[in-house]
């Protein structure tokens, strides 16, 4: 009986050491705002969304509001850091006359052009009213150092929403940056709609604004994933009479090519797929979801949309959650910032591309952590360490109350 309890003993010393050495983030900045309930300025901005690693090494970013009130945030700011954690603002949306925003409201998604420039797009302003909240957003630049800020283009502001909706953009091989939009352009998807998509260019050496394709309606509509291939072609996910559907864009030559996935629909309910990437193997992988279940998982596919194989929803075993992004780490596997996660404050959770259930899961987020709560994504530096940033909480001193933050975690992977 003794040795029995012994070895028991041992086990949950040894369960408790495991537990003890569970990697945990280091906060690296929090956005404090000033007021209290969660009402008041954000002067160097508040729920960070957007972060990459820059050419030199530090770290960029776009907070999405400078302003959280009772209702609805606005404004936002870009701002940067050093792997040091040394914070940097480099610019703030401001509400402009009448409150119209008309240089973007709410920034969201960053990347670096071949300038080394940060642009990026905001979710609202640009032309419009309503407080800003009219309008398609705006695409900009700025310089690292926050100078020469300058509004590229104000989505459709053109008639009939001919020149895209605005969306994410990503650098292209050419030296050129490309995106996507949801709607916009020259397509026919009905009077609910202007346009079916875009996929448009930004040269950075002159700032010109183009879109290079228009989804045409009759047969492909409303892209939701753009990502960059090696061989400097992009590849994306897009609606149409088939369903979804998995398509190919070509910038030297302007081909467009798209096959049906044939995503399963039991009971008459469709599965959709989103979150696009490139897996170790070559092939695609992505977050699938049936409309009206709970759950999501992993589906793979090969480049040219056959053997498509839906994993079971790691989610209806291992608790369900808002999965944003997939991130094919250096340890081979993808990671994933899911927002809610299984106590509803969000985990990081890192899923097997081979059978798509949940290796690891890490819950260091909550409603009184330091590092705060939702987390919005994450990304690997190129030494090895994840970065990230939470949409929500953290601490601040009396009279102040904190709107996020960006953190560093480092759970062994092998650098970039």
Known sequence: MKRKFAFAASLILLAGSAYAAAPQPVVVNTFICNGSAGIGSCPNGGRPDSLIQGS???????????????????????????????????HTFAPGTNKAYLNGNLPSLVAEGSDGKIYGTTLFGGVGGCNGYCGSGVLYRVSKT????????????????????????????????????FQGGTGSCGSFYQGCGTIFRVTPSTGAY????NFPGSTDEFPSSFIPASDGTFYGLDSGPQGQKLFHFTPATGAFESVALNFPSPNGLPSIGSSLAFGANGNFYGLYHIYGESGEGLFEVHTDGSNLQLFPFYTTRNGGGSPDGLLLATDGNFWVADYNG????????????????????????????????????VIQAKDGTLWGSTYQGGKASAGHFADGTVFRLNVGLPPK
């Open 56 to 90: 030199d090494g530090n770290f960029y970013g776009a907070a999405q509001d400078s302003m959280e009130g009772s209702s609805t945030p606005s404004g936002g700011t870009v701002f940067s850091v050093t792997p040091a954690g040394k914070f940097t603002l480099l």
């Open 146 to 181: 926050g100078t020469g800020f300058e509004v590229l283009n104000r989505f459709c502001s053109l008639s009939n929403c001919a020149d895209g909706g605005g969306g994410p953009i990503v650098p292209g091989s050419d030296g050129n940056l490309y995106g996507s939009s």
């Open 210 to 213: 183009d879109v290079v394709f």
């Open 342 to 377: 299984n106590s509803g404050f969000g985990d990081i959770i890192t899923l097997s591309p081979s059978t798509g259930t949940v290796i690891r899961r890490l819950t260091p987020f909550g409603s009184s952590a330091a590092v705060g709560s939702y987390p919005a994504e």
